[in-house]
């Protein structure tokens, strides 16, 4: 037991009287911060790093005194914070600093729209196809959707399986005219309406431009859509 004590009282001698407290989290809010303030968009997000083989630097901070103030240095201006990450952090205090590198995965969790199951392609969306699930943000493209109103009703440009993030690449508006679809095509200009037949070359919703080919002359014009079985041509 004295052998023990002794061990116990020379440990404690060997750290200042005030020992930094707590550095592990100390750091996680130096980094939460680093991170927001480089994406401001993230601001009120749920910024989560997560240490990884990083026991012996947090062990050797506990021996900082403890007014030490720890920050991100800044490597180079395209430094990325996100994913899985080497930071260097400076631990300051009066004049003396040292530099400790810390290993970290940063996650930026926000809920955002995901199949519930697996919609094909060409399915009209409908509120059971979705959900809202919390997913890590940080890496993914801006065109996801954080809401689930937005989606109900399009339609899924792909086959999207169960369970993955829904983008907006990944879905569209019902189209009105579906390529292969004849349909009335109206050649318009001052004083002057030509009616006509077309095949349509492409889908299309209500006011878009698609391709179509007259039939009477074989020629592929571009036409906008006004309902689901007409196109218009404005000449000038």
């Known amino acids: ?17 005030f020992a930094l407290a707590e550095p592990e989290q100390k750091t996680a809010e130096v980094i939460k911060n680093y991170v927001a303030g480089k994406y401001p968009g993230w601001t009120k997000e749920d910024i989560r790093p997560a240490f ?4 012996g630097v947090f062990g050797e901070m506990k021996g900082l005194p403890e007014e030490t103030k720890l920050s991100v240095i800044e490597v180079y201006p395209d430094f990325k914070p996100v994913g899985s990450v080497i930071f260097p952090i400076l631990a300051a205090a009066g004049e003396e600093s040292r530099k400790f590198m810390v ?19 060409g399915k009209k969306i409908e509120s059971a196809d979705i959900k809202l699930e919390e997913r890590d943000i940080a890496l993914l493209p801006q065109k996801y959707f954080t809401g689930l109103d937005p989606l109900i009703n399009k339609e899924a440009k792909i086959a999207i399986p169960q369970n993955s993030t829904v983008f907006e690449w990944m879905v569209g508006d019902v189209p009105l005219v579906r390529r292969g679809e004849q349909v009335n095509l109206l050649v318009t200009a001052p004083g002057l309406v030509v009616k006509t037949k077309a095949l349509a070359q492409e889908d299309g919703g209500l ?11 074989n020629k592929i014009l571009s036409a906008k859509v006004v309902s689901a079985s007409e196109v218009e041509v404005k000449l000038q």
């Open 1 to 17: 037991m004295k052998f023990l004590a002794g061990l116990l009282l020379a440990f404690s001698l060997s750290l200042p009287a």
């Open 52 to 55: 990884r083989l990083s026991e």
């Open 103 to 121: 290993r970290a995965k940063v996650e930026v969790v926000k809920k955002i729209a995901a199949a519930a199951r697996l919609i094909k392609k």
């Open 207 to 217: 006011g878009a431009e698609i391709k179509v080919r007259r039939l009477d002359a």
